[in-house]
């Protein structure tokens, strides 16, 4: 059973950073999509980053690209999403997920979810 536990996150003013870590325990993280969404009050989860399948190569929403970093670490088995500039319009619960579907960026798609995690950007 695939598991991830979420850290991070928090409270920040805009403009500021943080960070989001995912540890993934019974599957290896080159196996799966590995994600980050984010879900607004009211609103569908949406995808804001993610790696690929066997894919090295990060992809963002364009929300959140040029200022959200995703790398990920093969031999730790974690996924880290550093957050930078961030703005009130970021503000949302934060959820990472891993996927074996062919949709690396439809949340529906996605077996396995972290507990998700509250980041808020406000003065």
């Known amino acids: 059973q695939v598991q991830l536990v979420q850290s991070g996150g928090g409270s920040v003013q805009p403009g500021g950073s943080l960070r989001l870590d995912c540890a993934v325990s019974?599957?290896?993280?080159?196996?799966?999509?590995v994600g980050w969404f984010r879900q607004f009050p009211g609103k569908e989860r949406e995808f804001a980053a993610g790696f690929r399948r066997s894919n090295s190569n990060p992809f963002y929403a364009d929300s959140v690209k040029g200022r959200f970093t995703l790398s990920r670490d093969v031999a730790k088995n974690t996924v880290t999403l550093q957050m930078n500039s961030l703005n009130s319009e970021d503000t949302a619960v934060y959820f990472c997920?891993?996927?074996?579907?062919?949709?690396?960026?439809?949340?529906?798609?996605?077996?396995?979810w972290g507990k998700g995690t509250l980041v808020t950007v406000s003065t």
């Open positions: 019974g599957g290896r993280i080159n196996n799966y999509h």
């Open positions: 997920g891993a996927s074996r579907s062919l949709y690396y960026s439809d949340p529906t798609s996605y077996a396995y």
